[in-house]
């Protein structure tokens, strides 16, 4: 698998990028962490958006996106993320237990919990299919499509090769909706154009340029039991934290098995992985361990140059 680790501000770059199964953001927390991270998360919402603007032109109907922050730096950002399309889908907590506040507490001081925590928010596009039919969910034009055949919404378990699961699923109108995996949906296609109004056709045409057969047009989400949406991990210490001089080099180092549960739930392999503020590129690494094909960028030299190593170590 490959990986690109351009050097500088990820806008320069997301163009010459492929277009992302993944995304995955842990870029400034506005606590004033880290080298080139903002004091204030006042700062957040100006310095996000245009990535924010950026990531929404890129992705594909089936991209996701992982945004990693504070609870505050989350809520702050949150907005300009709906505004763009990208819709909420759930809240991880990474749990870092309290051995990663253990002697760093003053408790007659202190006028809050100690905090252990940073959140993991999984966003999803908005499931419009715009090149196909300007203001249609993929849900309406999923059922009109096969309205427009004329035939009955029963016949479609016929197609499909069951009993009532399609009627129920690919072209119900309530929230029970749930788009048809690439297979159902060649079978689907088939049907309606063979079976359907003649004079009405084609049925689900695909323009140029946005395959669905292959790509897909819903997010993936493979399923890994024994998680729930609270990840408890230590904090990173030993051999896999990177350190300078006995102190640890970036803050907000993720532990690789965080990040390849985050890819490893929402990609295959061969997809592409973004990671826009790469630090010391945790995302990229994991990535390519799994067998996807990533992209970073890190505006910071010396951490820049380190990712590479990393990289190239594998």
Not at 23 to 32: K, N
């Amino acid at each position: 698998m490959s990986f690109k680790i351009d050097y500088g501000n990820a806008l320069d770059f997301y163009n010459s990028w492929d277009t992302p199964t993944v995304i995955v953001s842990d870029g400034p927390y506005g606590v004033g962490g880290y080298e080139g991270d903002p004091r204030s998360v006042d700062d957040l919402p100006n310095m996000y958006e245009p990535h924010v603007c950026e990531w929404a032109r890129r992705a594909e109907p089936n991209t996701v996106l992982w945004f990693w922050n504070t609870e505050i730096g989350w809520a702050t950002v949150h907005p300009i993320l709906r505004q763009h399309g990208w819709i909420y889908h759930g809240c991880n907590i990474w749990n870092k237990g309290l051995k990663h506040i253990a002697g760093n507490c003053n408790g007659k001081t202190m006028r809050q919990f100690p905090v252990v925590t940073e959140m993991c928010v999984q966003y999803v596009r908005q499931p419009y299919l715009k090149k196909i039919d300007e203001g249609l969910t993929a849900q309406q034009w999923f059922r009109s499509e096969w309205l427009r055949t004329g035939l009955p919404l029963n016949r479609a378990n016929e197609a499909c090769g069951v009993k009532n699961a399609a009627t129920r699923k690919y072209f119900t109108s309530d929230s029970l909706f749930y788009p048809p995996p690439p297979d159902v949906f060649a079978k689907l296609v088939q049907y309606a154009n063979l079976h359907g109004d003649r004079e009405r056709g084609p049925y689900f045409s695909i323009p140029q340029g946005l395959n669905l057969k292959e790509k897909g047009y819903w997010y993936r989400f493979n399923f890994e039991y024994g998680v729930s949406n609270v990840w408890d991990e230590p904090a990173l210490r030993g051999k896999e934290r990177i350190k300078c001089g006995g102190k640890s080099l970036h803050l907000s180092q993720k532990p690789l098995r965080l990040m390849e549960r985050i890819i490893s739930a929402s990609s295959d392999t061969g997809d592409v992985i973004w990671e826009p503020f790469g630090g010391l590129c945790t995302a990229s690494l994991s990535a390519n361990r799994l067998g996807r094909n990533s992209y970073a960028a890190e505006i910071i030299h010396k951490y820049h140059s380190l990712a590479v190593e990393r990289l190239n170590a594998g």
